[in-house]
């Protein structure tokens, strides 16, 4: 289908990273498999015995956020740097018109992270192919998710798939040995170049201290720092 059409929604129909969510259903596919891994997700995080307080960094179409919340009640906070994405997720938003949701449009740098735990706490952060995106060296970007929430949904970047800067995937290896890591899934990378590998996500234990208490919502000085965009209010 021609990039000029559209969905009845609005939406232009595209090659989207992710699929677009909308109350319940996906209402446009997108083009790295979401389902099973959502699947392994939500398995891992279904004993929840209190609402969540989510951090969902490089947020894309907001697609586990969205379905999360739809089985686990809790405050969803996803950030997304890319402006054409973060309008796209901001119009997702309203589709869905869930008081829970909270968009920040900005595109993250590590200090950015280290004022963001200083502002919030989260019981989860996910945190899924996005550590090569950063300028700062990436071993110390992924040492710094693992500050932000008790746990990390984690999934590291494959220098083989031929991604965004994939030289420096190269030379500066991520080190995951040291943590409390369980293999959640792992699904093909989709990728021409790396037809056999496949992308695995982590579930990383970070925090277990008992006085680490999360609050739901979040403060109008994170929300104002972080660029907030959604709820307007």
């Not at 093909?188 to 990383?204: D, E, H, K, Q, V």
Request: glycine content about 6%; some cysteine.
């Amino acid at each position: 289908m021609g990039c000029s059409a559209r969905h009845a929604t609005g939406f232009i129909y595209e090659t989207y990273y992710q699929d677009v969510w909308v109350k319940g259903g996906a209402i446009i596919k997108g083009g790295r498999d979401c389902e099973l891994r959502f699947w392994a997700i939500y398995e891992a995080l279904k004993k929840a015995k209190k609402p969540l307080k989510v951090l969902d960094i490089g947020a894309n179409m907001g697609y586990f956020s969205l379905r999360l919340l739809e089985k686990l009640p809790g405050t969803y906070v996803m950030i997304e740097g890319n402006e054409s994405t973060a309008q796209a997720l901001l119009k997702i938003c309203k589709l869905n018109n869930k008081p829970s949701l909270v968009l920040f449009k900005r595109k993250l740098c590590l200090q950015d992270l280290k004022e963001l735990r200083a502002l919030e706490k989260f019981d989860v952060v996910i945190a899924l192919s996005i550590v090569h995106h950063f300028k700062e060296p990436y071993q110390e970007v992924f040492e710094t998710l693992m500050t932000l929430g008790r746990k990390l949904v984690f999934e590291p970047p494959i220098a083989e798939e031929s991604t965004l800067n994939q030289e420096r995937i190269i030379k500066e290896p991520l080190d995951l040995s040291m943590v409390n890591k369980k293999l959640l899934i792992k699904v093909p990378t989709g990728s021409r170049y790396a037809a056999n590998m496949r992308r695995p996500t982590y579930l990383i234990e970070c925090i277990s201290n008992a006085s680490y208490d999360t609050v739901q919502g979040v403060s109008p000085d994170t929300f104002r720092l972080m660029n907030g965009v959604y709820p307007s209010q």
